[in-house]
């Protein structure tokens, strides 16, 4: 199935909450969806007879500056297409319903997303750190992001 | 008490068979970051009702080396190869190949055929040198010494090779955007050859000896059993989805290089020992696919095209903003790499996806249930590198 059929399929279903799709031209052919709707498009992607996206290949968090954004690869294993999924949400309140609960494979993931992006993933049934230690402060891949001086009250030398 | 804390809430009174009453309660035990079946820095937090694990937290991020932030402030895209190298340090060679792949697919280049060949071979020589770590050291947490010493050894001819091609042994700095570093040495050809040769000796020789081996069937056949669905939603990927019977590899399925010039076949675990999905299936998976990958060598060497491997690699590399995400199949199973790029020579950001990391969370299903000593065998069948786990 090709990336306009996938999307046209998603626009008949979701409407409004399909932002923009870039198709052509690209590497990966992506779709934004609003934020607040991730889980619901996941769950029809998963389960859509047509659709079938078993397999989520990566899931990402990006800083775009004043903005964050996750970035979901789904892949078919029954149908052999993919399709990259996209949504963006304000640095000051980053809150993305999570898929955990539709693929298993973004639990670490998302908290890996978590972890170095800030990104909080509502529904997530264990949101910790997973690669930085748990008393860690600050989201080190934010563009923004200071190396501090201290840890635990000790000198860094950097 | 340092390595262990009672659960107050669970304590329960057995009976002994003379009668006494005994507490039974359940522990928790760390299991790492230093031990030696851990392969590496993890921590595994194991909950144990007496011997049987109730549940598995995995802990990492013991080597974490901030990777994805460093690659950010290189000064050009070729620069992120050696770091690439440094995340899964046992098969630097298919990491490269993942990030050359992606970064290509964002530049739009194509690289000439003798390249892609040599492409080939390297990846496969370095998914044989993997497999021999990951089934050697496998024994060695089963009880059995012999096959990893064996597999050392040829482990080293390849190490020879790599050295021969690029001078260095580990890491290696050799696909490069658009080329490789070096071509192929006179000698090379002859050289592998005379490995294809005498490994597949040394293949039959360990395998009657160790996958066949009494004691290590009882030790892994029916034990820490994945199954299909669950796999594939865990995208679990390489030997350990084709060890639940999922025939599946990226080679064939989603073609990156000229992989379908040549015959070879996909091995999938078919339960011959005990469940489909057992660790003995992701270690006979493993153990199948160095002799398939001892034929795709082969056919490689028998029809290496001439060609000037640095002819495609770009004098300035500065991709138009854009994103592409790359995948390939790697010794563990789907390495990718998300590359963002920005309109300046450095990456704007690179995620990779590593499949030892996606792999290892799998671990607390299919590890309820099992003995202390099965969780052994069963993240000695994951195949972790640690440090592609936490980058």
Redesign the interface.
């Known amino acids: 199935m090709t990336a306009q059929d996938i999307y046209d399929i998603l626009k008949a279903q979701f409407g409004d909450a399909i932002l923009e799709a870039k198709l052509d031209g690209v590497p990966d052919p992506f779709i934004s969806i609003q934020p607040e709707k991730i889980r619901e498009v996941s769950e029809f992607a998963k389960n859509d007879e047509r659709l079938k996206f078993d397999y989520l290949m990566c899931l990402s968090g990006v800083d775009y500056k004043g903005k964050l954004g996750v970035v979901y690869h789904l892949f078919s294993m029954t149908h052999r297409h993919k399709i990259v999924l996209k949504v963006q949400v304000p640095t000051d309140s980053p809150n993305v319903p999570s898929v955990e609960s539709i693929w298993k494979a973004a639990n670490w993931h998302e908290r890996e997303a978590f972890d170095l992006y800030g990104i909080h993933f509502v529904g997530h049934p264990d949101l910790r750190r997973i690669l930085l230690p748990y008393d860690w402060e600050g989201h080190p891949l934010r563009k923004d992001y200071e190396v501090p001086e201290f840890y635990n009250g000790m000198r860094v030398p950097y | 008490m340092c390595f262990t804390t009672m659960i107050e809430s669970t304590v329960d009174i057995a009976k002994t068979s003379t009668g006494k009453t005994l507490r039974t309660e359940e522990m928790v035990v760390n299991m790492g970051p230093q031990h030696p079946s851990t392969h590496g820095v993890l921590r595994l937090e194991v909950v144990l009702d007496g011997e049987i694990v109730v549940d598995v937290i995995p802990h990492?991020?013991y080597l974490?080396r901030?990777f994805?932030?460093h690659c950010e402030h290189m000064t050009s895209y070729q620069q992120v190869i050696p770091y690439v190298d440094r995340m899964d340090y046992v098969a630097a060679m298919t990491n490269e190949h993942a990030f050359v792949v992606a970064a290509e697919?964002?530049l739009?280049i194509e690289v000439p055929e003798r390249v892609h060949y040599i492409r080939i071979i390297m990846a496969e020589l370095q998914r044989i040198a993997s497999h021999l770590i990951a089934i050697g050291t496998f024994g060695i947490d089963m009880g059995a010494f012999t096959p990893f010493l064996y597999y050392f050894r040829e482990r080293e001819k390849i190490l020879d090779l790599f050295e021969m091609t690029c001078g260095a042994r580990l890491l290696y700095n050799y696909m490069w955007i658009g080329g490789l570093s070096h071509d192929l040495p006179p000698q090379f050809i002859d050289k592998a050859k005379e490995f294809c040769r005498d490994f597949k000796k040394t293949w039959k020789e360990v395998n009657d000896l160790l996958n066949y081996n009494e004691i290590f069937i009882k030790r892994t056949a029916n034990v820490g059993v994945l199954p299909k669905e669950?796999a594939?939603?865990?995208?679990c990927s390489g030997p350990m989805l084709r060890g639940s019977g999922?025939d599946?590899d990226l080679r064939r399925?989603?073609p990156y290089t000229l992989y379908d010039r040549f015959e070879w076949n996909v091995v999938v675990g078919k339960g011959e020992m005990g469940t489909v999905g057992d660790v003995w299936d992701r270690n006979i998976v493993r153990q199948n696919e160095m002799w398939e990958s001892l034929r795709i060598i082969e056919q490689a060497l028998a029809s290496l095209p001439e060609g000037d491997v640095q002819k495609a690699i770009p004098k300035r590399i500065r991709p138009l903003p854009?994103?592409?995400?790359g995948?390939i199949e790697g010794p563990r199973g789907?390495i990718?790499f998300?590359i963002?790029a920005d309109d300046s020579v450095t990456p704007y950001?690179i995620?990779a996806?590593a499949p030892a990391?996606?792999n290892l969370?799998?671990i607390s299903?299919i590890a309820k249930g099992a003995m202390l000593a099965d969780l052994v065998a069963i993240v000695g069948s994951i195949d972790i590198v640690l440090g592609e786990v936490?980058?």
């Open positions: 990492i991020g974490h901030c994805e932030k697919k964002l739009k669950l594939i939603n865990y995208a999922v599946w399925d989603d854009g994103d592409a995400y995948r789907e990718g998300y963002v950001r995620k996806r990391f996606v969370s799998v299903e936490d980058r």
